[in-house]
């Protein structure tokens, strides 16, 4: 992969292009064949890879996104921290559900065969990556680090707003993958919108990992499912992420709601997928007041130029709404050609429910949306003009009559639903879910945490096969020594 003097990425050739894809198709055999404590082993190679390489890849990447330093380097820890974990993952087995019915001849209504489940990789993962976490999203992030888990082959889309890193980060990749003898074809990287669109459609390709834009998400997830083989895409796409502040909690700590509210909307820029743009407050509470004069008139930095220019059109169209009015609207000029000021807007939650189309728009970068309601009645009736989201978030006390109820709707509208905190910060465990119904994603599955492999994975059974024919892992003397299912009991 190779940058020009102006630093940007050159289009993969026709050439290169099919090249990558046949060693990608070629490595999904042996790839999958990889004993469960080989693949742990490359998915460590490839931590400790970036790990020595970190201190060439962070400076590249803050050339490419205007992010600190320190993040960045933190942001190589998450990466690499999430390789390992997925390592145990592998090494654990459980994420194989390997089931067996042992053949019985008394079994009703008929004889029942040796039956033996588990499941399989699918083969080659196309990668789409995102701008805003250039490492934990990007060439070997989470996607890359749980298609590799399963088993799969991936081939990266590089991201056009990371001309610098893109190749460097690569190369560690690769030299991770070398040093533990993985099959070339293991990871590849492809370069161009066209060739984008193309790397969805190609019949060497099982399976799409994409975190972006909804409208750009939508339109590769259309030609995923428009091949003469459909294949599954599984797309990051947009999210509010409501917070709801009960009476009870307004009343008891309003100036604390309203500084961690800013905190977490302000942070990186207001671009986390997990920022939390909607904050649904009790009429009567000074939360808005206090957010109006906590707001401070410093200027953010935006990953690139497109990401401004899209703020200040989406920022201004909801603000310029009749029935919106401003808590933070600072002057945009004079200021350089990434950066902006915090906007911030006030509407009511019988506004929301007549205008949802207007006012919810997903707006990337420091703007936030406050939501006032007279009522929990109202509070529910707003919920519920509301779009799937990564996570909601209920603020209430210990004693709090309206929380059970709001939490267990909220359940119904999010992927991860908190208690009086905020949703900026993903942590990666076995746990985590970083998903949601539409348009958080386009499906039920988790982009990180352990149960992210599954995306990447098919059922197979195998009937009546002779054991010296079977994998390992549903032999009867189980030498990877991992959890299976047994004739209906776990063991």
Known sequence: METTATDTLLDTSAQDYERILDAAEAAAAPLARTDLHERAHLLRSVADALDATASELVPLAAADSSLPEPRLRGEVTRTTTQLRMFAEVVEEGSWLEAIIDTADPDAHPAPRPDLRRMLVPTGPVAVFGASNFPFAFGLGGGDTASALAAGCPVVAK?????????????????????????????????????????????????????TGSTSGGRALADLAAGRPDPIPFYGELGSTN??????????????????????????????????????????QSSIEWLVRTAVADDSFRLLHAGIRQSFLEVSQQILDHPEVRPVAVPEQSGLDELSVRPVIGVTDARALRRNPQDLLEECFGPFGLIVTYTSIDELYAAMA??????????????????????LGALARR????????????????????HGGPYPATNSVHTSVGATAIRRFLRPV????????????????????????RVNGRLS
């Open 158 to 210: 590089a991201h056009p707003a990371q001309p610098r890193l893109t190749a460097a980060y690569a190369r560690a990749i690769d030299e991770g993958l070398r040093a533990c003898g993985a099959p070339d074809g293991t990871f590849g990287v492809v370069q161009g919108a066209e060739i984008g669109r193309q790397l969805v459609q190609d019949r060497r390709i099982t399976a799409v990992g994409f």
């Open 242 to 283: 409501p917070v709801f502040v009960t009476p009870a909690a307004a009343e008891d700590r309003s100036g604390k709601i309203a500084g961690e509210f800013l905190e977490s909307l302000l942070l990186g820029a207001g671009q986390f997928c997990t920022k939390p743009g909607l904050l649904f407050v009790p009429e």
């Open 385 to 406: 003009v509301l779009p799937g989201t990564l996570t909601a978030t209920v603020h209430g006390t210990d004693d709090d009559p309206d929380a059970a109820g709001l």
């Open 414 to 433: 999010a992927g991860r639903v908190i208690w009086n905190g905020w949703p900026t910060g993903v942590a990666v465990g076995w746990a985590q879910h």
């Open 461 to 484: 059974a195998y009937q009546s096969v002779p054991e010296a024919n079977l994998p390992s892992a549903l032999v009867d003397a189980n030498p990877w020594g991992i959890p299976r």
